[in-house]
């Protein structure tokens, strides 16, 4: 059973998140967008998408530094363990909370926007109750288990079966001692990637890096008198027999 959870599974994910990009680009161009809905509602949504984006990088930049960096680079580097994880377990909750912040305000202006809930495709409720599951997850182990808990140290463990994954030699004995929260995170991290290529994220890697700084959908106004509308085609003909 553990060979098919922390080996098995965790490259099915893979494979299903590469070929889905593939078969996604090749069958369904026209879908690879982000479906804004920013014409619908915009109040919420100039809160709502900043804190959760923000948040986003945040929480996936933490993922890496605790995931990919080993703690003998760290501590050769003249870091102290403590203080590695001091930094970690706060800005993990500050990015963390500003992801909560943001969802939740995004999830509501699905809910209580007549509009935008008509809009909200089946595929959009998965997204949404994914990462719900996942970020209710990770702040769960990071303020639970971290912050007001005993604690885990996941470099040693977590992080080196994660590693060993892409080097192709995966530990899955490293995963049968920790903590239920970190299990179900990584489980689902890899179930969330291979949902990803199916959803609006797709977005992520065609979106520039001017992405972060414009408005989503530039709007001009028209100034000066409104333009007197012309006679259709069909008009003028009719005239002209008369």
Not at 59 to 86: D, F, N, R
Not at 176 to 205: D, E, K
Not at 214 to 227: A, E, H, L, M, W
Request: some cysteine; aromatic content about 12%.
């Amino acid at each position: 059973m553990n060979t098919v959870v922390w080996i098995v599974l965790p490259y099915l994910c893979l494979a299903v998140f590469v070929g889905g990009h593939i078969w996604r680009w090749r069958h369904d161009q026209f879908g690879w967008t982000t479906h804004t809905s920013q014409l619908l509602e915009n109040r919420i949504l100039r809160l709502g998408s900043p804190l959760f984006h923000l948040g986003a990088f945040g929480v996936i930049g933490g993922h890496a530094m605790g995931l990919l960096v080993p703690a003998s680079l760290t501590a050769s580097l003249g870091i102290p363990e403590h203080l590695y994880h001091l930094v970690a377990v706060w800005a993990g909750t500050v990015t963390g909370v500003m992801l909560v912040a943001g969802l939740v305000l995004l999830v509501a202006r699905r809910l209580v926007n007549g509009r935008v809930r008509r809009k909200t495709t089946p595929m959009d409720r998965v997204l949404y109750a994914a990462l719900t599951v996942m970020v209710g997850l990770g702040m769960a182990a990071t303020v639970v288990v971290n912050l007001f808990g005993p604690g885990y140290d996941y470099r040693e463990t977590i992080a080196v079966w994660f590693r060993g994954v892409f080097w192709l030699s995966p530990r899955s004995d490293l995963m049968t001692n920790a903590p239920l929260v970190y299990q179900l995170h990584a489980i689902g991290g890899f179930l969330f990637l291979a949902l990803w290529p199916f959803t609006r994220l797709v977005h992520v890697w065609s979106a520039p890096l001017a992405y972060l700084w414009r408005p989503y959908v530039v709007y001009r106004t028209r100034r000066g008198p409104v333009p007197t509308p012309q006679p259709s085609p069909a008009t003028v003909r009719e005239a002209t027999r008369r």
